[in-house]
């Protein structure tokens, strides 16, 4: 074989990697994944937004940075329980909400269609037919599985906070004010006062572990991260700036002596607050304002690959818990079932309710 003939062959070589590379000779693989995106539980109702999802990719031999992501399609469900007690619950109300289109260039790098919701932009607020989507507004969405008409909206501006039932929604903008939920109706609107610009400079001062707006509307609460220290190393979130909506207050309260802690929840009982803290994230603890033990919890862990939801109700001395799994593929077939427990403060006494399960419908 001559210099020449290796040459040629070295050449037609190259001309082939270069054809193959640029031809669109890509190989092409699919996955599929599930999801858990919000999940609402007041006792009367368990709302639960899960979603499933399929991927291609794509794959150049040619290049070394791996896979590269060609298309996804995403559906979004809600599946909704009535809880009339514990020998009585009906199967969910199961309803697709949304869909969800992607695609991108060959090399994964440009969207060159995107259409639809993301399931992690909805909100439960434990209604059977209405949802709350989260863009640059609230907007309250009446499903019936066929069309989604927009009833009404409201701007974000620098931000909102939900009571624990999701009943009201306090949203910072150029009126900041109170709104009911479903209707998204303006209950109470917040003059600009002096108090009122105090706490909104210390609850944007850095960021918040945790934002309160308490039942009976009577408090606003931040939780800054480790105190609002200027390190944002550690994990003592056990102080909080509140400002009394109905006396136009702010005060600050810290709870000592818990190490490790983080205030996850305050609501007023008989006039005064009571906050519950995990320590050591997850030991949970009720705690008055001197930082006196009112309540040590014992409180009920998931099974594997189960994540739970804690719902307290001061008013009544109990927790709901909701056990659920990580991942919601198939709401007919799930191993461990999904569970309600009823948990009275008091004594501990624990109440389960297994909750039926259904189809979910084909989009």
Known sequence: MTANDNSTRRWCYLLLVYLLANSGCHSRS????????????????????????KFVWGNNPMRHSGGYLVSEHEDTWIANWSILDSDTVHAPDVRHVAQYEEERTDSGSTIVKQTGDRSSDFVAIGKPDLLLIREYQLTLLDDHGVERLPITRVRLGDGFVYTRTRSHVFVWNST????????????????????????????????????????????????????????????????????????????????????????????????????????????????????????????????????????????????????????????????????????????????????????????
């Open 176 to 363: 900041p004010a109170i709104h009911s939920m479903p209707e998204l109706k303006m209950v109470r609107k917040l003059k600009g006062t002096e108090s009122l610009i105090e706490f909104k400079k210390l609850y944007n001062w850095r960021e918040n572990r945790t934002v309160i707006l308490t039942e009976d509307l009577s408090y606003l609460i931040a939780v800054p991260h480790n105190g609002a220290s200027e390190s944002n190393v550690g994990h003592q979130h056990t102080k909080a700036f509140c400002y009394r909506i109905d006396r136009d207050e702010v005060s600050t309260v810290s709870l000592i002596g818990l190490g490790d802690a983080a205030i996850v929840n305050v609501e007023p009982v008989d006039g005064e607050l009571q906050w519950l803290v995990y320590r050591n994230e997850r030991q949970p603890v009720i705690l008055d304002s001197e930082s006196r033990t009112i309540f040590n919890l014992s409180l009920p862990s998931p099974p594997r690959f189960h994540q739970h939801r804690r719902c307290w109700v001061p008013a009544d001395g109990i927790f709901w818990i909701l056990e659920y799994p990580e991942r919601l593929r198939d709401l007919e077939r799930v191993p461990e079932g999904i569970s309600l427990i009823r948990y009275q403060i008091d004594d501990g006494s624990q109440v389960r309710i297994q909750l039926p399960t259904a189809r979910i419908p084909t989009p």
């Open 30 to 53: 699919s996955s599929e994944s599930s999801s858990v995106d919000d999940v609402f539980c007041d006792g009367k109702t368990v709302s639960i937004v899960f979603a499933s999802s």
